[in-house]
Nanobody, 126 residues
Framework: VQLVESGGGSVQAVGSLRLSCAASGYTISRKCIAWFRQPPGNEREGVAT????????YYADSVKGRFTSSQDNAKNTVYLHMSDLKPEDTAMYYC????????????????????WGQGTQVTVSS
């Protein structure tokens, strides 16, 4: 299983970015995929999840209404669309998955996920 994130970068506040998480060796369509972020010096936090053909999504309160997760099963890729970005969104963003997670919410601890991407940096300036 390999997850590869891309799409990070530097953006000014209220700007937008779209992160991608491309999976190989693993079919994402009916699996739990989570997005986590880790600001410098802070713990990793779950920000969004998407599950079962994209029919179920959850978002942390801090990003609700601004971030949206979607998936393209033909490309075996999950996306995190981020808008109205704020400086506090600055972090390394990771996608993660595990085939044995069936309650796919942002409350699932990061330690439950067995597969991780390498991360992509998002920097938001004011």
């Amino acid at each position: 299983v390999q997850l590869v994130e891309s799409g990070g970068g530097s953006v000014q506040a209220v700007g937008s970015l779209r992160l991608s998480c491309a999976a190989s060796g693993y079919t994402i369509s009916r699996k739990c995929i989570a997005w986590f972020r880790q600001p410098p010096g802070n713990e990793r936090e779950g920000v969004a999840t998407i599950y079962y053909l994209g029919r179920t999504t959850y978002y942390a309160d801090s990003v609700k209404g601004r971030f949206t997760s979607s998936q393209d099963n033909a490309k075996n890729t999950v996306y995190l669309h981020m808008s109205d970005l704020k400086p506090e969104d600055t972090a390394m963003y990771y996608c993660a998955t595990d085939p044995y997670i069936y309650s796919c919410t942002t409350s699932v601890p990061s330690g439950r996920f067995g597969y991780w991407g390498q991360g992509t940096q998002v920097t938001v300036s004011s």
